[in-house]
Structures are given as structure tokens and as C-alpha cells.
């Protein structure tokens, strides 16, 4: 079995900079792709980020540039940086792994870019 905690959501500036992580119950390096999804209120839930065991990124479209997923020593913890986020990035962001055939999803963290 593997959990996935989400932290680091709330409230945020426009271009002021926040990075989410996501706390596994076992060695992220174990899964094979990790990424971020994200879900506003009235759409569908999105990729914008993810990364493979071999370390191949993905990015969204609407997020190249701005969104990032840092390369740390972290064992349990992934993360997504956050830079110059816009009001249009206001949503529920996911965390999510593929683990020996399982599709594992965390709670979920709210990020809100306001002024």
C-alpha cells in the first residue's frame, strides 16, 4: 500500500513563488511516474506535471515555465515549485503515483492566487 500527503496549499500572490510537496508512505524512486494534477471548480481534472523513474518530465502547456518539478534527494517527498503562479492557476492540486499497477492519489492541497 502506499498514502500520499499533500502540503503547502493556501493563499498566494500573483508571481510570488510557493512550492507544494507531496510526502509518500515509501521511496518515491519505487513508483513508476509521479505527477501533479489539478482540478478548478467546474473543470476537469488536469495533468500539468509529472515525471517518470528514468526522470523524463512532462509539463502542461498552460504551465510550461512557471511550474516545475524539482530534482531533490528527498526519498519520500516529491514536490512541485510553483513560480509566478497566476490567478488562473487557482485550483486543487493532486498528487498522484503509479505504484506496481496502481494509480495512487493523494487528498489533495488548495492553492489560491489572488491579490
Known amino acids: 500500500q502506499v498514502q500520499l500527503v499533500e502540503a503547502g496549499g493556501g493563499l498566494v500572490q500573483p508571481g510570488r513563488s510557493l512550492r507544494l510537496s507531496c510526502v509518500a508512505s515509501?521511496?518515491?524512486?519505487?513508483?513508476?511516474?509521479m505527477g501533479w494534477y489539478r482540478q478548478a471548480p467546474g473543470k476537469e481534472r488536469e495533468l500539468v506535471a509529472s515525471i517518470t523513474s528514468a526522470g523524463s518530465t512532462y509539463y502542461g502547456d498552460s504551465v510550461k515555465g512557471r511550474l516545475t518539478i524539482p530534482i531533490g534527494n528527498a526519498k519520500n517527498t516529491g514536490y512541485l515549485q510553483m513560480s509566478s503562479p497566476k490567478p488562473e492557476d487557482t485550483a486543487a492540486y493532486y498528487c498522484?503515483?503509479?505504484?506496481?499497477?496502481?494509480?495512487?492519489w493523494g487528498q489533495g492541497t488548495q492553492v489560491t492566487v489572488s491579490s
Open positions: 515509501r521511496s518515491i524512486f519505487s513508483f513508476s511516474n
Open positions: 498522484n503515483a503509479k505504484w506496481l499497477g496502481h494509480n495512487v
